[in-house]
């Protein structure tokens, strides 16, 4: 998720994946459960940070799978360089750690998406499909960690106006200013005005920043997680 205004395009060809991790049976693994979509193309596979650095520059996927916890670079620095230097690259988080701390960074470095390992194959892959097409993906126990920590926490939250609260409830769905001015019929410095406001309201810098407050605060419902994450 970006903060930038361009519209997220919707995927309409085959997705190509890198799988990051430092342990050959979960990457294998990881590969199997993938493969069991036809959408889905794992193009490559990397071991450490230092290798995911040459083969996602080489093969420039539509989504990369990181794990948190890599030799020679973290996985959460990986996903820094990755996110600033190559942004069409959207980064999945998949990681053992629920930690709040590992939640926060990844979610503040711009991450796409944090899932935990626990994660059912259909989740997982319903994850690599939202992220692939814009959406913040957060696993289930994750925004849970969010907002229990956000409750111990002392909060001073000035009151959003009902269109500001509209605004930011499609912010969390993953949308654009361009696609909010659309179904809002709002022009589209309009939309800006308002996203300005939420983040100066929230005290945050970054439209992601405002999704993860948001969703922990329970100011929106949690949309990402529902698009990512549907009832069976």
Known sequence: ??????????????????????????????????????????????????????????????????????????????????????????VLIVSAYDDFAYIVEALDIGVDGYLLKTASTKELIDAVHAVADGVLVLDRQVSRRLVQ?????????????????????????????????????????????YVSSILGKLGVASRTEAVTHAISQRLVSTRTDERAFPDA
Do not use: F
């Not at 060809?13 to 430092?22: M, W």
């Not at 490559?44 to 940070?49: E, I, Y």
């Not at 993953?174 to 022009?187: F, V, Y």
């Open 149 to 193: 920590r956000r409750r111990r926490e002392p909060e001073t939250v000035s009151s959003l106006t009902p269109r500001e609260t509209d605004v930011l409830g499609l912010l969390a769905q993953g949308q654009s200013n361009k696609q909010i001015a659309a179904q809002l019929e709002l022009g589209i410095r309009t939309v800006e005005g």
């Open 1 to 90: 998720m970006t903060d930038s205004g361009s519209e997220a395009p919707t995927l309409d060809h085959v997705i190509s994946i890198v799988i990051v991790d430092d342990h050959a049976l979960v990457r294998e693994g990881t590969r199997q459960l993938l493969q069991q979509d036809s959408d889905l193309d794992i193009i490559g596979v990397a071991a450490s940070g230092e290798e995911a650095l040459e083969v996602l520059d080489r093969l420039r996927p539509d989504v990369a799978l990181v794990d948190v916890n890599l030799p020679e670079m973290s996985g959460l620095d990986l996903a820094r360089h990755v996110v600033a230097n190559w942004p069409s690259i959207h």
